[in-house]
C-alpha cells in the first residue's frame, strides 16, 4: 500500500535572526522542497560569503516534521545540538532553529504556537517644562558650591567648568544609554535617560545642601551619614532604572547583581569608617549654617570637656610612645 503523501503546513516562512534573536530577514516558503543557499535560483536566498551557493535543503518528513539537509558546502551547518555536514539530515526540533555556516535561522510554520502579543512601549508624555526645570536646576546647584567656595571677586571664566563639566557628563551619561537602547530595543530614548539622570543628581544635590541645615538645626551631626549613604545607594538606584529601559527582561538578574555590588561598595566603605574610628557619620559639621537656623539650645562648654576625658588616658599613652622612641633615636 502506497505512503500517503505528507501533508505540508498551510503557511511557512524562514527567518534570519540577527544578534538579539529578532528576525532580519523573513522569506516566505512557497512549496517543498526548500533550497537555501546564495545562488539566486534557491528558494531562500542568503546574502553572506560563508554559505554555499545551494547549502542547504528543507524537506517534508514522512512522519511529520521538517528535515534539514545538508547539501554541498565547506562550512556545514547545525540542528538539534548536533553537528552535520555534506549528506547528513536532521529533523528540526521545536521551534525550527538551525544553523547554516555563521548563519542563525527559524523556520516557522501555521502549525506552530505563536507567540503572544507583545505590549506596545509607549512613553508617556512628560511635561514640556521638566527637562529645562531639571537642568536649570542642576546648574544653580553646581553654581551656589561654586560660588561658596571662591572668592567674591572671581572672574566669570572661572564658574565655567564646574558648569559645563558635569552638563557635558550627564549628557554623556545619557547618550551612552540611549546607544544601549538603540542596540538592544531599538530605540533611542535620549529625553527618558537624561530626565532619569537628571532627577536623581538634583535629588542628592538638594540633600546635600537641606541635610547639614537639619543637622545642625537639631544637633544630630550623625545624621550625615544619610549623605555618606546617598551616594552609592542613588547611583546603585540609578544605574538599575536605566537599565530597567534597556533590558526589561533581564530585570531580576540586573538588579540582583547591581544589589551585590552595592552591598559590596557599602561594606568597603564601612571598613574604612571603622579605621577612623566613627561609623554613623562624621562626629562634628564641618561646616556651620546661619544660627539663626538653630533650634534647640547650644550644650555649654563643660560638656565638651567632659566628652573629652575619656581620650586623655589614650592621648597619653601615645604620648609615652612617642617619647620612648624619640629617647632610642637618640641613644643610637
Given amino acids: 500500500m502506497p505512503t500517503p503523501p505528507v501533508a505540508a503546513p498551510a503557511a511557512a516562512v524562514v527567518e534570519l535572526l540577527g544578534r538579539d534573536g529578532r528576525a532580519a530577514l523573513v522569506q516566505r516558503v512557497t512549496h517543498w522542497p526548500v533550497r537555501i543557499g546564495r545562488s539566486p535560483a534557491c528558494d531562500i536566498v542568503l546574502d553572506d560569503g560563508h554559505i554555499a551557493a545551494e547549502h542547504a535543503e528543507l524537506h517534508l518528513a514522512a512522519s511529520g516534521g521538517v528535515l534539514l539537509k545538508l547539501l554541498e558546502s565547506r562550512n556545514g551547518g547545525s540542528a538539534a545540538g548536533k553537528r552535520l555536514h555534506a549528506g547528513e539530515e536532521v529533523l528540526l526540533p521545536e521551534g525550527g532553529a538551525f544553523q547554516l555556516a555563521a548563519c542563525s535561522l527559524r523556520l516557522r510554520t501555521s502549525a506552530d504556537a505563536l507567540a503572544a502579543e507583545q505590549p506596545l512601549f509607549v512613553q508617556p508624555v512628560r511635561h514640556w517644562a521638566l527637562l529645562p526645570l531639571l537642568l536649570l536646576s542642576m546648574l544653580f546647584f553646581q553654581w551656589l558650591d561654586r560660588w561658596s567656595a571662591v572668592d567674591p571677586d572671581s572672574r566669570w571664566i572661572d564658574y565655567a567648568s564646574p558648569l559645563l563639566g558635569p552638563l557635558a557628563f550627564v549628557l554623556a551619561w545619557a547618550g551612552l544609554w540611549s546607544l544601549a537602547s538603540q542596540l538592544f530595543q531599538h530605540r533611542f530614548p535620549f529625553t527618558t535617560h537624561l530626565r532619569r539622570a ?135
Avoid: C
Fill in 198 to 332: 537628571l532627577l536623581v543628581i538634583v535629588a542628592l544635590q538638594v540633600l546635600e545642601w537641606v541635610l547639614p541645615g537639619i543637622a545642625y538645626a537639631f544637633s544630630w551631626p550623625r545624621l550625615m551619614v544619610i549623605e555618606s549613604l546617598s551616594t552609592p545607594v542613588a547611583g546603585a538606584f540609578l544605574i538599575a532604572w536605566h537599565a530597567r529601559l534597556v533590558w526589561p527582561g533581564a530585570r531580576r538578574i540586573l538588579n540582583g547583581g547591581i544589589a551585590a555590588l552595592l552591598l559590596l561598595g557599602l561594606g568597603l566603605q564601612l571598613g574604612g569608617r571603622l579605621e577612623q574610628q566613627y561609623v554613623f557619620g562624621p562626629p562634628y559639621l564641618a561646616s556651620l549654617p546661619p544660627p539663626a537656623l538653630r533650634l534647640v539650645s547650644p550644650k555649654p562648654p563643660e560638656d565638651l570637656i567632659e566628652s573629652l576625658k575619656p581620650l586623655k588616658a589614650e592621648l597619653a599613652k601615645q604620648a609615652r610612645k612617642d617619647n620612648e622612641g624619640a629617647v632610642d633615636d637618640d641613644t643610637e
